[in-house]
Nanobody
Framework: QLQLVESGGGLVQPGGSLRLSCAVS????????IGWFRQAPGKEREGVSC????????KYSDSAKGRFTISRDNAKNTVYLQMNSLKPEDTAVYYC?????????WGQGTQVTVAS
């Protein structure tokens, strides 16, 4: 069964850091790109970052650039999102995603709350 499971969210103070993990099963991570998205209350889901199959190519939203780093460990079937210098506006549920053939697969999300 194909699954993506996010973890690593939590409550952090402004300026703090979190590392999110997206553990996949049911497919070979090496063969697919992975994206991180987030959705804040009352807002649409937005793309944060993505990484290609090899890990050599990454993209970031303007809000994530310079603060977040996406990486992957295919041997561990896991993709990471290191988030530094967190701001209150980063508060959201974070999801990982992949596209396999013509279907999109999502995890259940992990809550990130940035507050003092």
């Amino acid at each position: 069964q194909l699954q993506l499971v996010e973890s690593g969210g939590g409550l952090v103070q402004p300026g703090g850091s979190l590392r999110l993990s997206c553990a996949v099963s049911g497919f070979t991570l090496d063969d697919y790109s992975i994206g991180w998205f987030r959705q804040a209350p009352g807002k649409e889901r937005e793309g944060v970052s993505c990484i290609d199959m090899s890990g050599d190519n990454t993209k970031y939203s303007d809000s994530a650039k310079g603060r977040f780093t996406i990486s992957r460990d295919n041997a561990k079937n896991t993709v990471y999102l290191q988030m530094n210098s967190l701001k209150p506006e980063d508060t959201a549920v974070y999801y990982c995603n992949t596209r396999i053939r013509n279907s999109y697969y999502w995890g259940q999300g992990t809550q990130v709350t940035v507050a003092s």
